[in-house]
């Protein structure tokens, strides 16, 4: 199904926002049929609120802090995401677990971005394991959100070598490219209404995407 409006997307981020920048570029740019209605910290003074404000988005800060468990926190998110009836959620670097009513709600309708070759290097500090691990190749994955943290179906994947002499920053900077390109993809073609999730698998054109999702990057065969 394609959309005769542009798709309404809340981005909900914890820092820097530099994918913010990619989708904000893109929809200004013309080239992603969206409108970001919200975007959401849960961190005051975020590079990625200021962003926002920027390009004259709605930017709210949620502090978890404030909240007495981690559900009460994802219950008034949810709550204040929905007021704006986005289509679409992005997690942009929203550093939280998520509950699995929360995830639940959204399913079908919510992305995440994960710098790693997923399934492996869940979690967090994946540029050090990669390096650690002595790994020739690192790459960031764009999934469906379940409540398995880091582990929906993935939908785009994108391989970055890793070179000698790099470091987690060298190595972050360089997946970060690959983020700032594939997010915004992934979100133009949820809009544009050829991404789907059925039965636990993300469907590309209605044909089911492989276990790591549609494959870009420079070190792929
Ligand atoms: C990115 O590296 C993303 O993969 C991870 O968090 C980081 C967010 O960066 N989930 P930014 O805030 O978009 O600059």
Same mark, same amino acid.
């Given at each position: 199904m ?8 809340v ?14 570029d893109?929809? !200004?740019?013309?080239?992603l049929?969206?409108?970001?209605v ?34 009460? $926190?994802?219950?008034a998110l ?7 009836r ?10 939280r677990?998520?509950?699995?009513g ?12 994960h710098?790693?070759l997923?399934?492996?290097y869940?979690?967090?500090h ?8 002595g ?10 959100v ?13 391989r ?9 920053e ?17 979100? !133009?073609? $949820? ?11 993300a ?18 065969p």
């Amino acid at each position: 199904m394609s959309q005769t409006h542009p798709l309404r997307v809340v981005v909900l981020i914890s820092g820097s926002g530099s994918n913010l920048q990619a989708l904000i570029d893109g929809q !200004k740019q013309g080239e992603l049929p969206v409108e970001i209605v919200a975007v959401i910290s849960n961190r005051a003074a975020v590079r990625g609120l200021q962003r926002a404000e920027q390009a004259g988005i709605p930017a709210l800060i949620l502090d978890h802090t404030q909240y007495e468990s981690r559900e009460a $926190f994802d219950e008034a998110l949810q709550a204040q995401i929905d007021e704006y009836r986005p289509e679409l959620v992005v997690l942009a670097g929203f550093m939280r677990i998520l509950t699995p009513g929360f995830t639940r709600h959204y399913e079908g309708r919510m992305f995440n971005i994960h710098p790693s070759l997923l399934p492996k290097y869940q979690g967090l500090h994946t540029h050090q394991r990669v390096l650690d691990a002595g790994e020739s190749e690192h790459g960031v994955t764009v999934h469906f959100v379940t409540p398995e943290l880091d582990g929906g179906p993935p939908v785009i994947q994108a391989r970055v070598p890793v070179l000698e002499g790099d470091t987690a920053e060298t190595l972050a900077a360089r997946v970060q490219q690959q983020e700032h390109s594939i997010y915004p993809l992934a979100v !133009k073609w $949820f809009a544009q209404g050829r991404l789907q999730m059925k039965s636990g698998k993300a469907l590309l054109d209605n044909e089911p995407l492989g276990p790591q999702g549609y494959l870009m990057g420079t070190t792929q065969p």
